[in-house]
Protein backbone atom coordinates (compact mmCIF):
# COMPACT_ATOMS: atom_id res chain seq x y z
CA UNK A 1 0.00 0.00 0.00
CA UNK A 2 0.72 3.69 -0.29
CA UNK A 3 -1.13 5.90 1.79
CA UNK A 4 -1.35 10.12 0.58
CA UNK A 5 -0.68 11.49 3.94
CA UNK A 6 -1.41 15.21 3.06
CA UNK A 7 -4.26 16.37 1.48
CA UNK A 8 -2.86 17.64 -1.95
CA UNK A 9 -0.94 14.83 -2.63
CA UNK A 10 -4.26 13.17 -4.85
CA UNK A 11 -2.53 15.82 -7.57
CA UNK A 12 -0.34 13.06 -8.10
CA UNK A 13 -2.53 10.05 -8.00
CA UNK A 14 -2.94 9.51 -11.64
CA UNK A 15 1.02 9.41 -11.93
CA UNK A 16 1.30 7.37 -9.58
CA UNK A 17 -1.09 4.70 -10.62
CA UNK A 18 0.90 4.51 -14.23
CA UNK A 19 4.34 4.57 -12.31
CA UNK A 20 3.68 1.77 -9.34
CA UNK A 21 2.84 -1.29 -9.83
CA UNK A 22 -0.88 -2.98 -10.13
CA UNK A 23 -0.13 -4.65 -7.01
CA UNK A 24 0.33 -1.60 -4.86
CA UNK A 25 -3.23 0.05 -3.68
CA UNK A 26 -3.69 3.68 -3.13
CA UNK A 27 -5.16 5.09 -0.14
CA UNK A 28 -5.80 8.74 0.02
CA UNK A 29 -6.49 10.01 2.81
CA UNK A 30 -7.56 13.51 1.16
CA UNK A 31 -10.39 11.48 -0.18
CA UNK A 32 -11.27 10.13 3.60
CA UNK A 33 -10.97 13.88 5.28
CA UNK A 34 -13.42 15.17 2.56
CA UNK A 35 -15.89 12.44 3.11
CA UNK A 36 -15.39 12.66 7.14
CA UNK A 37 -16.06 16.74 6.97
CA UNK A 38 -18.47 16.38 4.41
CA UNK A 39 -20.74 13.85 6.82
CA UNK A 40 -20.02 15.98 9.63
CA UNK A 41 -21.18 19.48 8.01
CA UNK A 42 -24.37 17.48 6.74
CA UNK A 43 -25.30 15.67 10.50
CA UNK A 44 -24.76 19.57 11.83
CA UNK A 45 -27.12 21.32 8.65
CA UNK A 46 -23.55 23.04 7.97
CA UNK A 47 -23.71 21.60 4.40
CA UNK A 48 -24.59 24.32 1.88
CA UNK A 49 -25.48 22.77 -0.91
CA UNK A 50 -26.04 26.29 -2.35
CA UNK A 51 -23.34 27.28 -4.56
CA UNK A 52 -24.65 30.68 -4.91
CA UNK A 53 -23.51 31.70 -1.62
CA UNK A 54 -20.22 30.36 -1.09
CA UNK A 55 -17.25 31.73 -0.40
CA UNK A 56 -13.75 30.39 -0.07
CA UNK A 57 -10.93 31.32 2.58
CA UNK A 58 -7.95 29.57 2.23
CA UNK A 59 -4.40 29.84 4.64
CA UNK A 60 -1.08 28.91 3.39
CA UNK A 61 2.18 28.88 4.36
CA UNK A 62 4.25 29.29 1.38
CA UNK A 63 4.06 30.28 -2.06
CA UNK A 64 0.72 32.34 -2.04
CA UNK A 65 0.37 33.93 -5.56
CA UNK A 66 1.66 30.44 -7.08
CA UNK A 67 -1.34 28.68 -4.83
CA UNK A 68 -4.12 31.26 -5.99
CA UNK A 69 -3.65 30.71 -9.14
CA UNK A 70 -3.59 26.95 -9.21
CA UNK A 71 -6.74 27.37 -7.10
CA UNK A 72 -8.78 29.38 -8.91
CA UNK A 73 -8.24 26.17 -11.29
CA UNK A 74 -9.29 24.05 -9.09
CA UNK A 75 -11.94 25.37 -7.04
CA UNK A 76 -13.92 27.02 -9.87
CA UNK A 77 -14.84 29.52 -7.38
CA UNK A 78 -14.17 33.08 -6.69
CA UNK A 79 -11.74 32.67 -3.60
CA UNK A 80 -12.62 34.96 -1.16
CA UNK A 81 -9.68 35.71 0.75
CA UNK A 82 -6.08 33.57 0.89
CA UNK A 83 -4.18 34.45 3.75
CA UNK A 84 -0.40 33.76 4.14
CA UNK A 85 0.16 32.19 7.63
CA UNK A 86 3.05 31.47 9.76
CA UNK A 87 3.17 27.67 11.97
Known amino acids: HLV ?11 MLKKVLPPHISIIDSATITADYIKEYLKSHNLFNMDNQDLSIEINVTDKMKHFEKEAKIFFNYNITKINKISI
Open 4 to 14: LGCTHYPILKP
